[in-house]
């Protein structure tokens, strides 16, 4: 099974930038789709969107889709998430999460997660 770990979260001003990554451990993360998701205070998971294994297929929900954008380097074994224009609603624990079905994951099944990382954006 491949371990993740979200790093990159923090506090930002409305407007501007972040970039996530999700680390892979255990096995090659190009074994995997990778899809990020989050959840804001008091609300339920959402998903952000997702990249095949590759990385030249990517998935994003409509929300973010022009703000947002995921990529990966296998070599590295972690996928990115760069967050731009960041909103307030943007604020929430973002997660990564692993599927070898590139299909199954865009609809929010996965068989990895990592525990987290928190993105604060103030108004």
């Known amino acids: 099974q491949v371990q993740l770990v979200e790093s990159g979260g923090g506090l930002v001003q409305a407007g501007g930038s972040l970039r996530l990554s999700c680390a892979g451990s255990?096995?090659?993360?190009?074994?995997?789709?990778v899809g990020w998701f989050r959840q804001a205070p008091g609300k339920g998971r959402e998903r952000v969107g997702a990249?095949?294994?590759?990385?030249?297929?990517?998935w994003y929900v409509d929300s973010v889709k022009d703000r947002f954008a995921i990529s990966r380097d296998n070599a590295k074994n972690t996928v990115y998430l760069r967050l731009n224009n960041l909103k307030p609603e943007d604020t929430a624990a973002y997660y990564c999460?692993?599927?070898?079905?590139?299909?199954?994951?865009?609809?929010?099944?996965?068989?990895?997660w990592g525990k987290g990382t928190l993105v604060t954006v103030s108004s």
């Open positions: 999460a692993a599927n070898d079905d590139f299909t199954a994951l865009r609809v929010g099944l996965a068989n990895y």
């Open positions: 255990g096995q090659a993360l190009s074994r995997y789709a």
């Open positions: 990249i095949n294994r590759s990385g030249d297929s990517t």
